[in-house]
């Protein structure tokens, strides 16, 4: 079976909630078992907002520290913050202006992208087009984005947007 | 009956589906995290099913106890759930629920918060179980946390107790895939039976409730539904883990990942109150060496009553603080089993940004208004959002829900007594006032305290995911009007005004502050919507800009710390994060040299 443990980081506001969710729905829709743990209370008034995706046989919520496949960070001061939690040789994809030196570090300036397509709120869809289309997660974009369409069918509008963006992302490798 | 697919579910979601699930008729909450979402997807149950309900956001933990406690009194399956934090509230109905008993299945969830992540203690529920004699039962996952709620009535209805059901925050806020399970309708219509030597017993009668309940614990100690799970027996091992709630989901895992599931017998408690006996038997005769793991305090080690084979919290081996994350188990267990310790991992450097109020938010206004109306005054405050006003220096104090008021007028009693004039500024937020501001404000009255207090009005439970607050009311019910309760206490001033509009904000609490000086206790209510609330339409508005008149003086960044007010080190100025900004203006009145402007708006 498929086993990935993932971590995706920002803060308040961000919408790493929704993204999650989405990978985890996502999970489902490919009939495997999954476990999330997700950040709320004062911590998501502007301060730093964490989620463990767990797909697989799993028991518990949380990754360890140096067991996470990939770790996607929402702000640049994230992926100092958490690449403690991924393996060895985890991939990280990072919303950022600037390259960082290190190895299998993938980033995109996705707030610019998102003033853009004016669609300030779509960061995180942005973030997540790019980290799929590295093509090393459990699902597709296209399997992530069929699951959006479920979700949204009843905000067109919104749809739109967030499949955009997803685009967008995928778009800037 | 084509294949069902599950679906995602927060364990929140999944203790409400439980409940609806198995029947539950009467559900009050009052939200606190981890618990909030608990009772808004009862209530999303409840239609998505049609089911015929009576799901409440009660006004404090101790109404919602009361209410649901009511419907089991009449026969009907009932809940109410709240954080750890709100069992305190909840205390007094609970314990006293516990020797009358229930009727219809009473599940009382108390969400604990082992971290603290979004709490004020670490406190356990299970100990509250303890002091009320309740079973309590132990969820470690979504999918069991729905199991234990159907479970918790089935038990509540067989000995007729109320039961708790103690997720902690990792269980409450984990996802997981759950499949849909048809809901119950018991076809039960409401039947109190009147029977006042139970239900309005004398202490006479209590002491013979009490020894009943004694009687009725022992039993459950050997309720087979809620046996602890022996999950590998490791045949030819002196050594035993006992494990609960989500340490169990942690030890099982790393324990197979770092290849020692087969060095000890693994038991899962799901009641750890009371432990089962037959199973304490077992531990003390089968093994030489037990380790137990459970949140936060040693419940379970304490009931195994053998301290010179048991290891735990008690005993030491197990931090008695904080959370137990799964790489401290893991230690913990290696440790244990005698194997070399795994690497600890390379912590994280401190976390970089803080929580703060959100940009636009009419705290923020309040807190600098009070700060240059009162700039000695004393600040005690409240929990909620504008908690985070300590960044702000507006906030001294916060002890618990209300006792900004109580505080407030204790500080002017302190200092009163001792001949030292002092202005006392007070915040607290409109569902915090209802929750348990209105009492202190009325002993204020009485006693003759002087102080302001300013109620932050933005008509919305805020921090715990926007849940209504009784200024709204209810489709069957009436808005309740703050200020006509704070005239109803006996308060002679009671201002509202907007935050958002500083300088007249700021006038109306100097205005306040004269009148509490010489007369008495003078109430500002301080009216703006939450911004994140997305009940209330907002009008866009343009947002700041700041002009080269900017001195990088950092006043703003300081003394407002608005997130979208960011000093750029490069220009030497403060730029507006166009991200982030709301347009709301407060910055321009707060800019010393008038830098800040906005497009087509203020001048």
């Known amino acids: 079976m498929i086993s990935q443990q993932l971590i995706i980081s920002g803060v308040g506001g961000q919408g790493i909630l929704f993204i999650t969710r989405l990978l985890a729905e996502t999970a489902i829709a490919k009939e495997l078992p999954v476990l999330t743990s997700e950040t709320h209370g004062m911590a998501q008034r502007g301060g730093i907002v964490i989620s463990h995706l767990k797909v697989g046989a799993f028991s518990s919520p949380l990754v360890r520290p140096g067991q996470a496949d990939g770790l996607i960070a929402l702000k640049p001061g994230n992926v100092k913050l958490h690449n403690s939690f991924l393996k060895p040789d985890g991939w990280i994809t990072a919303n950022a202006v600037e390259p960082f030196p290190r190895a299998g570090v993938v980033t995109i300036d996705a707030d610019t992208l998102a003033l853009q397509l004016g669609n300030p709120q779509a960061v995180n869809l942005i973030v997540l087009g790019r980290a799929l289309s590295m093509g090393r997660f459990f699902c597709t974009k296209d399997e992530l984005a069929n699951v959006l369409r479920r979700k949204l069918h009843d905000k067109p509008a919104v749809l739109e947007g967030a499949l955009a963006a997803l685009a967008a992302g995928a778009g800037a490798a | ?603």
């Open chain 2, 1 to 603: 009956m084509p294949e069902q697919q599950p679906i995602l579910m927060q364990g929140n979601e999944a203790m409400a589906r439980g409940l609806v699930e198995n029947g539950c008729v009467v559900a009050a909450s009052y939200p606190g995290t981890p618990a909030s979402e608990i009772l808004s997807a009862i209530d999303a149950w409840r239609k998505a099913e049609g089911a015929n309900m009576h799901v409440e956001w009660a006004v404090n933990e101790k109404v919602a106890f009361e209410i649901a406690y009511a419907a089991s009194q009449s026969g009907l399956r009932a809940a109410t759930a709240m954080k750890q934090v709100g069992l305190n509230v909840a205390s007094d109905p609970l314990m006293s629920a516990a020797y009358l008993g229930t009727v219809g299945g009473f599940v009382v969830i108390s969400a604990d918060d082992p971290g603290p992540h979004s709490s004020q203690t670490e406190q356990d529920s299970r100990l509250v179980a303890m002091q009320a004699k309740i079973p309590v039962l132990d969820p470690s996952s979504p999918a069991e946390a729905r199991e234990m709620a159907g479970l918790a009535f089935q038990l509540s209805e067989e000995f007729g107790v109320p039961v708790m059901l103690r997720p902690t925050t990792r269980v409450c806020h984990a996802c997981q895939d759950i499949l849909l399970r048809p809901v119950q309708d018991l076809q039960r219509t409401a039947d109190f039976r009147k029977d006042p030597k139970r239900w309005a017993a004398t202490p006479k009668f209590r002491y013979e409730l009490h020894v009943k309940l004694n009687q009725t614990l022992s039993r459950i100690a050997a309720y087979g539904p809620t046996a602890p799970r022996c999950l590998n027996h490791a045949p030819g091992t002196r050594r035993a883990v006992v494990a609960s709630g989500v340490s169990a989901a942690h030890a099982q895992e790393v324990a197979s990942a770092s290849g020692l599931w087969d060095s000890f017998a693994f038991y899962q408690v799901v009641q750890p109150y009371p432990l089962h006996s037959a199973f304490v038997e077992e531990i003390r005769t089968a093994y030489d060496e037990v380790l137990v793991l459970e949140e936060t305090a040693g419940v379970i080690e304490m009931q195994l009553r053998d301290y010179r084979r048991v290891q735990g919290k008690l005993s030491g081996f197990v931090p008695e603080a904080g959370e137990l994350l799964p790489e401290t188990i893991e230690r913990l267990l290696a440790r244990f089993a005698g194997r070399p310790l795994p690497e600890l991992p390379e912590a994280a450097p401190e976390a970089g940004k803080r929580p703060t109020l959100c940009p636009g938010c009419p705290h923020r206004a309040s807190f600098y208004a009070i700060k240059k109306a009162a700039p000695k005054g004393i600040y005690p405050s409240d929990i909620g959002c504008y908690t985070l006003g300590v960044n702000l220096g507006g906030v001294d104090t916060v002890l618990c829900m209300g006792a900004a008021i109580g505080q407030a007028a204790g500080f002017y009693q302190a200092y009163r007594v001792t001949g030292q004039p002092r202005d006392i500024v007070a915040t607290i937020g409109d569902s915090t006032f209802f929750h348990a501001g209105i009492p202190p404000l009325i002993d204020a009255v009485v006693q003759g305290a002087r102080f302001v207090l300013v109620i932050l009005d933005n008509s919305t439970t805020a921090m715990t995911g926007n849940q209504p607050t009784p200024s709204q009311g209810t489709p069957a019910g009436q808005a309740v009007d703050i200020a006509s309760i704070v005239a109803g206490c006996g308060v002679k001033f009671c201002r509202s005004a907007d935050p958002l509009d500083l300088p007249a904000f700021t006038a109306q609490i100097k205005e306040a502050l004269a009148f509490s000086r010489d007369q008495g206790v003078a109430v500002v209510i301080a009216k703006s919507p939450c911004l994140v609330d997305k009940s209330v339409r907002h009008a866009k508005r343009p947002q700041a800009v700041v002009d080269a008149a900017c001195t990088g003086c950092r006043y703003c960044t300081s003394q407002f710390e608005c997130p979208a007010l960011v000093y750029d080190e490069a220009s030497g100025k403060v730029v507006v994060d166009v991200m982030i900004c709301s347009g709301c203006g407060v910055c321009l009145d707060v800019c010393p040299v008038k830098a800040i402007r906005q497009e087509g708006g203020k001048p």
